[in-house]
């Protein structure tokens, strides 16, 4: 694995709000318009691939990546998760884990496509409201891996 690169946006900044660090990986909630409960698994050293971690490491990672998804739906009952490890923009591994509900502006498309709906903004701010407890149930789940 390499070290941090000082070009990479994932290795120089948190990346949104931090959630939870631990010694390999961190939990940031993405500061994503229209989609509050969007959280990015951050790992910490700059691998590009998911096949260039070692089989325990894969596993630690979808082992915090299947906790932030069981937080969520225990916390926030969302319709659906989406899971995404694309990397295209930022060639950092990290997992996209984001909580979708039937009237956000995008659903049942993905959140990079376009949007169509207008936005909820009433249930965007009731969600919005849930996110604090939603972020601290994530950290004291993740504490094993700290």
Same mark, same amino acid.
């Given at each position: 694995m390499s070290g941090a690169q000082a070009d990479c946006v994932l290795c120089r900044e948190a990346g949104g709000l931090p959630v939870w660090q631990g010694a390999q990986l961190r939990v940031i909630r993405a500061q994503e318009d229209g989609f509050p409960a969007f959280y990015r698994v951050i790992w910490t050293a700059h691998v *590009? /691939?998911?096949s260039d971690l070692s089989q325990a490491d894969r596993l630690?990672?979808?082992? #915090? #990546? *299947? /906790? #932030? /998804? @069981?937080v969520l739906r225990a916390q926030l009952q969302p319709t659906k998760i989406n899971l995404a490890a694309l990397g295209n923009m930022v060639p950092h591994l990290h997992?996209? #884990?984001? *909580? @979708?509900?039937e009237w956000d502006s995008h659903f049942p498309a993905p959140v990079w496509a376009s949007p169509l709906r207008a936005r909820a903004l009433d249930r965007q701010a009731q969600l919005l409201q849930e996110l604090a407890a939603c972020d601290a149930a994530i950290a004291q789940a993740l504490a094993p891996w700290a």
């Open positions: *590009a /691939e998911f630690t990672c979808m082992a #915090v #990546v *299947a /906790e #932030v /998804e @069981r997992w996209h #884990v984001i *909580a @979708r509900y």
